[in-house]
């Protein structure tokens, strides 16, 4: 006794083929932005020395004595590159809070708090709607920033930014 088996045969109706056409073109375009040549870089703003202050608000008292100039600094979260730092200056930490007598706001420091105040020079590309730094981070002011050094990490902002000479 012999069985047959029957041959292959792959139906489609309409539907089916647009779907497989535009999953095709999806992944022809996915492969094609994977390997197309780098642009020659005409659009691209040049790299310049570029110098910007990250602001550790209530750090730990005593960080500002592990930050030194020339340490590496890295962001914490994905690992790009933020620079050197170059100068590191810190000030007790304050905060607004109301006196009951007067009803006033007044500035008191917050015992065993400090905040540190980081310059950080690097290499940036500046263009007229964002700065990004050599590893490709991209930096604005007033934005959340995680830095990691040699032996410390810290949670801050970006304070300041200005053009290198």
């Known amino acids: 006794m012999e069985q047959k088996t029957p041959k292959f045969r792959l139906h489609l109706n309409l539907f089916d083929g647009i779907v497989l056409?535009?999953?095709?073109?999806?992944?022809a375009l996915l492969v094609w932005n994977r390997i197309k040549p780098a642009s020659s870089g005409s659009d691209a703003p040049a790299a310049s020395s570029f110098q910007y202050t990250i602001c550790l608000r209530n750090a730990m008292d005593g960080l500002h004595e592990h930050v030194k100039p020339g340490d590496h600094l890295v962001d914490a979260v994905k690992n790009f590159e933020l620079g050197q730092v170059k100068s590191v200056r810190f000030m007790p930490a304050t905060q607004s809070i109301v006196d009951e007598e007067s009803q006033t706001y007044v500035t008191a420091e917050i015992p065993?708090?400090?905040d540190v105040l980081i310059e950080v020079e690097t290499t940036a590309s500046i263009g007229d709607e964002r700065v990004t730094v050599g590893s490709g981070y991209e930096l604005r002011v007033g934005e959340k920033i995680f830095v990691r050094g040699p032996g410390y990490l810290g949670a801050g902002e970006v304070y300041a930014m200005e053009r290198g000479e």
């Open 21 to 27: 056409i535009l999953a095709i073109c999806a992944a």
């Open 112 to 114: 065993g708090s400090e």
